[in-house]
């Protein structure tokens, strides 16, 4: 049987694990763009690794890597590489890499052989890069290799032991003491040599002599010298660098062949002490020399222990793109996190918003949006920029309205993508028809379509915006989407006065009890449903100037501003479009069932500049609605096609569908009826 | 005494106390190297520069190097900490992550509240930036019976981030 102390344990040297600093891709992307550009050339570089028993083992790049000269610090030995950067992932993935690796190799192996090593040992030990940068997403492909020959093949006699079990403190701190005197390209590799009761440091060329010829005796004194290298490992297996170092040896001296030498590796704690480091003594084997052809080794494994190349995305700190989308997206996040912790961040990014008109009130709309994190936005609008557009209207510049103006549409959502280039935005252009304004045979074709386009384009979204500038261009949009329960949120705007408000959806219409301190959201009444007339062309017998909108300038940031507010309130509310209106809404504490994460969701919302008041009145679905009783979206769905064309056709058919014709005769009457029911059921109480 | 009732420190005083601090990290081999541009006060910041591990529950071990930059905030008036972790490929780790790591010793709720990713002042990179709003009140607690504001500053930092400061600072 054999004992543990006659056991010899091939050496397991610990490898490098590459470790790259944010930085490093950085001067590699400027490098590649405005240096090399499609040159392929290889570079030299710089790493380093420390020998501090604290730090892992690792290699280590950074953007001083590309520098002429290496930076140096303290405990760390620099590292000479080769970064060999290929233009495509092709030519990355179809080199061989197992003769990259050779031809690597055979330039160390010649440097070994002309023995500059011993002068400058730092040069013995190596690193390489290969790599494709895919500049576009800030994808970094790469793969290190530490390049060694694979033979000799070197055992330990023992296993290793502490430096203390040789020398004395005194003699330890004599060492490290005349280590840190070395120059830093002799700190690498170097010697330890006794002399009498003192251990001396020195370099590898003291005791090596460059001249010498291999058939003379290399005349180390064996007993007396310790080989030495700043070793990086924290284990008991030496580092890599023995490795080359041995193999570097064994060239220069073949007649090491079955003896055993002496190897310390250098280890040491932040205060420069080397306390922790290693000796190993090692049995050199009998055939020691590199044979010519022998392969090298030192490709990295990746994460899941492979043989493969690395992936460092960087896109989301390098990319300009991802920087401004995860930026804004850090406002929305902030909110949550400070202040309204039950906040959802994603709705809005998901909520797909279609704005029917890019005017004032649309592009309004659309920079709040934005801002509160929306990244699907659809325009609507058959217009064009015009020059009296950008003042007023946001998304717009002078050049948009050169050479006869761009559509609008398409330059909000273009212009949107200037501010956001993540976002989603697209322009449609057609015109929306209207009630009470006839189409001809010649327009028949055209208005099929575009209500084809609009019903289309609504099925699409989450929201609709209505921010059109005439009443009845609001009829067809208001139906459809209440035909589909979409979350419809309507603006509009007089000269120094505004309504803001949201829809119902078309749902069974419920009775609701007059004692009811509020409406379901869906039983909301629509922009139509307190008219009792069925809007005709109100651009009729107007002058220019009223067809329109004359306000002030303020009056549609504010309007905008608060449908993207009621907006976000009801997404935030958990029965989102039924959230419920308050019919009172005031300072009272309310039933938190009522409210949304961000407070009580009114119906609407009238403010007037004039006296800087707001009033917030709430109300129901009317039966007999023009745009949202479920008369008239009956129809829509039985008749389709032909009911809106008679709408469009005829002022006055509405009216008659709906009975308001009818009610209009009778409303005297109806309005006495109700208000003695209301004292009868009152005083019943 | 000048500037008595002032809760905030100059950028002189930072400069004066980021130079002293340097002394004694390199006296107690803490790697904190200190980064000055002549021309700008306001850019002179210390940074340090070290390996962190992190086991997850499947005891698989990642490795991240951390940076720690102390920079003026000229807003508020006081040091600030702000720090940024990577991979082994470069890849700067998200706020989740860095929360997920437990680099930091603070709850969900809080952790929000008191880290921020923001543009750096200084770097004019992503940084976290740890919020500096009650920093005012401590550093000027102590300001002169401090024997280094910048370590006076850490002690406010050591209870959230494992930074491994030697004892020898006197914490």
């Known amino acids: 049987m054999t004992t543990i102390d006659d056991k010899q344990d091939i050496i397991q040297y610990v490898p490098f694990m590459s470790f790259v600093h944010p930085s490093f891709w950085h001067s590699l992307t400027d490098m590649k763009l405005n240096v090399d550009k499609l040159n392929e050339n290889t570079k030299q570089i710089y790493g380093r690794y420390s020998y501090r028993d604290d730090i892992i083992s690792v290699l280590e790049v950074d953007g001083t890597s590309f520098n002429k000269d290496p930076e140096t610090e303290f405990h760390y030995i620099n590292v000479t590489g080769t970064l060999m950067n290929k233009n495509t992932i092709e030519d990355f993935k179809n080199i061989d890499k197992a003769a990259l690796i050779n031809s690597v190799g055979e330039i160390m192996r010649a440097n070994i052989q002309i023995k500059s090593w011993i002068d400058n040992p730092n040069s013995l030990l190596n690193f390489f890069v290969l790599s494709f940068a895919d500049l576009k997403k800030f994808h970094y492909y790469y793969w290190f290799a530490f390049p060694a020959p694979s033979q000799p093949v070197v055992c330990l006699k023992e296993k290793c032991k502490n430096i203390s079990t040789c020398f004395n403190e005194k003699q330890i701190k004599e060492i490290s003491q005349s280590y840190q005197l070395l120059e830093i390209s002799q700190k690498c590799f170097f010697a330890i040599v006794k002399d009498g009761d003192l251990y001396n440091v020195v370099t590898l060329s003291k005791i090596l002599d460059k001249n010498r010829n291999k058939d003379e005796e290399s005349?180390?004194?064996?007993?007396?010298?310790?080989?030495?290298?700043?070793?990086?490992?924290?284990?008991?297996?030496?580092?890599?660098?023995?490795?080359?170092?041995?193999?570097?040896?064994?060239?220069?001296?073949?007649?090491?062949?079955?003896?055993?030498?002496?190897?310390?590796?250098?280890?040491?704690?932040?205060?420069?002490?080397?306390?922790?480091?290693?000796?190993?003594?090692?049995?050199?084997?009998?055939?020691?020399?590199?044979?010519?052809?022998?392969?090298?080794?030192?490709?990295?494994?990746?994460?899941?222990?492979?043989?493969?190349?690395?992936?460092?995305?960087?896109?989301?700190?390098?990319?300009?793109?991802?920087?401004?989308?995860?930026?804004?997206?850090?406002?929305?996040?902030?909110?949550?996190?400070?202040?309204?912790?039950?906040?959802?961040?994603?709705?809005?990014?998901?909520?797909?918003?279609?704005?029917?008109?890019?005017?004032?009130?649309?592009?309004?709309?659309?920079?709040?949006?934005?801002?509160?994190?929306?990244?699907?936005?659809?325009?609507?609008?058959?217009?064009?920029?015009?020059?009296?557009?950008?003042?007023?209207?946001?998304?717009?510049?002078?050049?948009?309205?050169?050479?006869?103006?761009?559509?609008?549409?398409?330059?909000?959502?273009?212009?949107?993508?200037?501010?956001?280039?993540?976002?989603?935005?697209?322009?449609?252009?057609?015109?929306?028809?209207?009630?009470?304004?006839?189409?001809?045979?010649?327009?028949?074709?055209?208005?099929?379509?575009?209500?084809?386009?609009?019903?289309?384009?609504?099925?699409?979204?989450?929201?609709?915006?209505?921010?059109?500038?005439?009443?009845?261009?609001?009829?067809?949009?208001?139906?459809?989407?209440?035909?589909?329960?979409?979350?419809?949120?309507?603006?509009?705007?007089?000269?120094?006065?505004?309504?803001?408000?949201?829809?119902?959806?078309?749902s069974a219409q419920e009775e609701t009890s007059i004692n009811s301190t509020f409406v379901s959201g869906d039983q909301l009444g629509c922009y139509f449903c307190n008219d009792v007339t069925a809007p005709g062309n109100s651009l009729k017998d107007r002058t220019l100037d009223q067809q329109c909108t004359v306000s002030r300038a303020g009056v549609a940031a504010i309007a905008g501003a608060l449908a993207v507010e009621l907006l976000v309130g009801t997404l935030q509310h958990p029965l989102r479009v039924k959230a419920p209106a308050v019919y009172n809404l005031t300072d009272e504490e309310l039933d938190p069932k009522l409210q949304g994460v961000l407070g009580p969701i009114p119906h609407s919302i009238r403010g007037f500049l004039h006296s800087h008041q707001t009033v917030l009145p709430t109300c129901t679905k009317f039966k007999q609605c023009i745009a949202c009783s479920e008369v008239v979206i009956g129809k829509y769905k039985e008749e389709g096609l032909d009911f809106l064309m008679n709408v469009f056709n005829s002022g006055t058919y509405l009216e008659d569908v709906t009975g308001l014709s009818e009610l209009q005769l009778t409303a005297e009457m109806t309005e006495i009826l109700t208000l003695s029911d209301e004292d009868q059921d009152t005083t019943s109480i | 005494m000048r500037r008595m009732n002032c809760n905030t420190i100059t950028p002189e005083e930072f400069v004066y106390a980021a130079r002293d601090f340097i002394e004694l990290s390199n006296k107690y081999f803490d790697s904190w190297t200190i980064h000055q541009n002549d021309n700008e006060i306001l850019n002179t910041y210390i940074k340090k520069e070290e390996f962190v591990s992190h086991r997850d529950e499947n005891d698989k071990i990642f490795l991240y190097r951390a940076e720690y930059i102390i920079f003026y905030n000229l807003s508020y008036g006081v040091p600030s900490f702000s720090f940024n972790l990577w991979d082994c490929s470069g890849k700067l780790l998200t706020l989740e992550q860095v929360r997920e790591i437990s680099l930091m010793k603070i709850s969900k709720e809080d952790f929000y509240s008191v880290v921020t990713q923001q543009e750096h002042p200084v770097m004019y990179r992503p940084y976290f930036i740890i919020h500096p709003c009650h920093t005012a009140k401590i550093v000027s607690a102590f300001r002169y019976t401090s024997r280094n504001l910048i370590i006076t500053f850490l002690g406010l930092i050591t209870p959230l981030i494992q930074l491994n400061l030697p004892l020898e600072y006197g914490l």
Not at chain 1, 250 to 271: A, H, M, Q, W
């Open chain 1, 219 to 506: 005349n180390i004194d064996l007993t007396n010298t310790f080989f030495a290298f700043a070793d990086h490992s924290n284990c008991e297996n030496p580092g890599w660098p023995l490795r080359i170092f041995l193999a570097a040896l064994f060239e220069y001296c073949p007649d090491l062949s079955k003896t055993i030498i002496k190897v310390i590796g250098i280890r040491c704690s932040k205060n420069g002490a080397i306390n922790n480091s290693q000796i190993y003594n090692i049995t050199v084997p009998e055939t020691i020399q590199t044979p010519q052809n022998v392969g090298w080794v030192g490709w990295e494994r990746n994460e899941r222990g492979n043989f493969g190349p690395k992936l460092a995305n960087m896109s989301s700190s390098m990319d300009p793109v991802k920087l401004a989308d995860t930026s804004s997206d850090l406002n929305i996040k902030l909110m949550k996190w400070r202040l309204v912790p039950d906040l959802d961040v994603t709705i809005m990014k998901e909520t797909k918003c279609l704005l029917l008109g890019a005017g004032t009130l649309g592009c309004h709309v659309a920079r709040d949006l934005l801002a509160w994190g929306f990244r699907h936005i659809t325009f609507i609008d058959s217009g064009k920029v015009s020059y009296s557009n950008p003042t007023r209207q946001v998304l717009y510049t002078y050049q948009d309205c050169l050479n006869g103006g761009r559509r609008k549409s398409e330059a909000a959502a273009d212009n949107l993508k200037l501010i956001l280039p993540t976002v989603q935005s697209k322009g449609l252009v057609f015109h929306i028809p209207m009630p009470g304004h006839p189409i001809g045979e010649s327009l028949k074709d055209e208005t099929v379509t575009n209500i084809e386009l609009l019903t289309e384009a609504i099925k699409d979204h989450d929201v609709i915006f209505l921010l059109l500038d005439t009443r009845e261009a609001r009829w067809l949009p208001t139906l459809i989407s209440a035909h589909y329960g979409k979350i419809t949120i309507n603006a509009a705007l007089g000269f120094d006065s505004y309504l803001v408000m949201r829809h119902g959806i078309s």
